[in-house]
Nanobody
Framework: QVQLIESGGGLVQAGGSLRLSCAASGRTFSSYAMMGWFRQAPGKERDVVAT????????YYSDSVKGRFTISGDYAKSTVYLQMNSLKPEDTAVYYC?????????????WGQGTQVTVSS
C-alpha cells in the first residue's frame, strides 16, 4: 500500500508561480519507479502533465506545460515536486500525483487526493 499526499495548491495571478509537493509513504513505495503529475479541469478529462523516473531521473512534459513546469524528486524525502512558473488561467485544475511500477506499466496504481490550483487573469 502506498499513500500519496499532495500540497502546495492555491490561488495565484496569471504569470505567477506555485510549487506542488507529493509526499509518498508506505512499505512498498520503493517498488514504484515512476511518478506523475496529472490535472483535471471542470468538465474535462484527467490529463498527464509531467512524469519523473526515480531510475535515472528522466522526465516527460506535456506540450502545454513544456518550458514552464519542472518536475523533480527527492528520494530521501520520498517527495516529488512540480514547479509551475508563468502560470496561465488555463492551468486552473485539480492536480493529482500518482505512481506506477515502471515506465512500461499500463496504469497508475496509486493516486493522491488532489490539490486545487486556481490561476486568475
Amino acid at each position: 500500500q502506498v499513500q500519496l499526499i499532495e500540497s502546495g495548491g492555491g490561488l495565484v495571478q496569471a504569470g505567477g508561480s506555485l510549487r506542488l509537493s507529493c509526499a509518498a509513504s508506505g512499505r512498498t513505495f520503493s517498488s514504484y519507479a515512476m511518478m506523475g503529475w496529472f490535472r483535471q479541469a471542470p468538465g474535462k478529462e484527467r490529463d498527464v502533465v509531467a512524469t519523473f523516473s526515480w531510475s535515472g531521473g528522466s522526465t516527460y512534459y506535456s506540450d502545454s506545460v513544456k518550458g514552464r513546469f519542472t518536475i523533480s524528486g527527492d528520494y530521501a524525502k520520498s517527495t516529488v515536486y512540480l514547479q509551475m512558473n508563468s502560470l496561465k488561467p488555463e492551468d486552473t485544475a485539480v492536480y493529482y500525483c500518482a505512481c506506477k511500477p515502471s515506465a512500461g506499466s499500463v496504469g497508475w496504481d496509486y493516486w493522491g487526493q488532489g490539490t486545487q490550483v486556481t490561476v486568475s487573469s
